[in-house]
T-cell receptor
Framework: NAGVTQTPKFQVLKTGQSMTLQCAQD?????MYWYRQDPGMGLRLIYY???????DKGEVPNGYNVSRLNKREFSLRLESAAPSQTSVYFC?????????????FGDGTRLSIL | QKEVEQNSGPLSVPEGAIASLNCTYS??????FFWYRQYSGKSPELIMS????GDKEDGRFTAQLNKASQYVSLLIRDSQPSDSATYLC????????????FGTGTRLTIIP
């Protein structure tokens, strides 16, 4: 049982390039999330999807787009990468967005923008 | 005031002692509280959840919640070197926004 799987694990991009981070969960969870983690800043929510077919902005959505492809998959796209987007990106999922719904995290994608 | 505040540490505790980690939150209506452990270079791992005032014990871990004072704490008894990690406090706010808000974490080092 893999849980939450993220690909790729590492990526180096040049400024202006685009790429898509992939995330899939096999726990039949309804809600999925994308975070970035920077030193001293903690985990910051980029976008989330409360259920299949819906997406909403989080705390730091600028420069990103998301797609909830189906119940299992939630992708994050950087259209024109900037050095400020160098970070560790985590995907997470939970049964729902209500109370008492802990989130379970993937292993992360370490992204460097040169 | 940050929504969820933690002392960044580092907090150094001798092996075998009790490690005490604290977290305060600003939204008085918050209902769900979680502790995650994050080893260096790894992803956050859920270790405790607590929803009601009082203590909740799971093995060597005890979570304590005091909603009146708006703090939640994590005690680790008989600390082991393998407990050395960053501990993240997460709060589910109840202000119509049901997403988790994370603190910046406390780095804990257990000294053999």
């Amino acid at each position: 049982n893999a849980g939450v799987t993220q690909t790729p694990k590492f990526q180096v991009l040049k400024t202006g390039q685009s790429m898509t981070l992939q995330c899939a969960q096999d726990m039949n969870h309804n809600s999925m999330y994308w975070y970035r983690q920077d030193p001293g800043m903690g985990l910051r929510l980029i976008y989330y999807s409360a259920s299949e077919g819906t997406t909403d902005k989080g705390e730091v959505p600028n420069g990103y787009n998301v797609s909830r492809l189906n119940k299992r998959e939630f992708s994050l796209r950087l259209e024109s990468a900037a050095p400020s987007q160098t970070s560790v990106y985590f995907c997470a999922s939970s049964r729902g967005t209500g109370e008492r719904q802990p989130q379970h995290f993937g292993d992360g994608t370490r992204l460097s923008i040169l | 005031q940050k929504e969820v505040e933690q002392n960044s540490g580092p907090l150094s505790v001798p092996e075998g002692a009790i490690a005490s980690l604290n977290c305060t939150y600003s939204d008085r209506g918050s209902q769900s509280f979680f502790w995650y452990r994050q080893y260096s270079g790894k992803s956050p791992e859920l270790i405790m959840s607590i929803y009601s005032n009082g203590d909740k014990e799971d093995g060597r871990f005890t979570a304590q919640l005091n909603k009146a004072s708006q703090y939640v704490s994590l005690l680790i008894r008989d600390s082991q070197p393998s407990d050395s990690a960053t501990y993240l406090c997460a709060v589910n706010r109840a202000s119509g926004n049901e997403k988790l808000t994370f603190g910046t974490g406390t780095r804990l080092t257990i000294i053999p």
